[in-house]
């Protein structure tokens, strides 16, 4: 049986300002969907000038433009773009968030995982 792990929570902005950190990991992720093609299977999710590529082969988005999205899955560095690129397996909307107390929330649960766990 394999194990699915459950996606460390993580901001946009963290993500793209250390993408190495992130390379072949299992994340949870937040920005608002701004391009979506079904036909190439690629969408974008951006947040505070940060953005990132979706590869959207192994769900279906029934979402607008515009909408707050919230993503669980892998995200790898692919060679041939020079990014990271996600492959969600769970897409949710999240538009009634309140983003400013979830990057808060967000900030508070690594500094507390930092202390408690300081070798992961």
């Known amino acids: 049986m394999t194990t699915v792990s459950p996606g460390k929570l993580v901001l946009l902005q963290d993500l793209i300002q250390d993408p190495q950190r992130y390379d072949n990991t299992s994340i949870r992720i937040t920005g608002r969907l701004v391009n979506f093609q079904p036909a190439n299977n690629i969408a974008i999710i951006e947040y505070k000038q940060s953005s990132l590529q979706l590869d ?8 607008n433009t515009g909408t707050m999205v919230q993503c669980i899955g892998e995200v ?8 990271l690129v996600l492959k969600p397996r769970i897409i949710r909307d999240v538009d009634s968030l309140d983003m400013n107390l979830f990057e808060k929330t967000v900030l508070l649960r690594q500094q507390h995982e930092q202390t408690t766990y300081p070798s992961s």
Do not use: A, S
Request: glycine letters at 12%; proline letters at 0%.
């Open 56 to 63: 959207t082969e192994l769900i279906d988005i029934g979402m």
């Open 76 to 83: 790898k560095y692919d060679q041939q773009l020079g990014q």
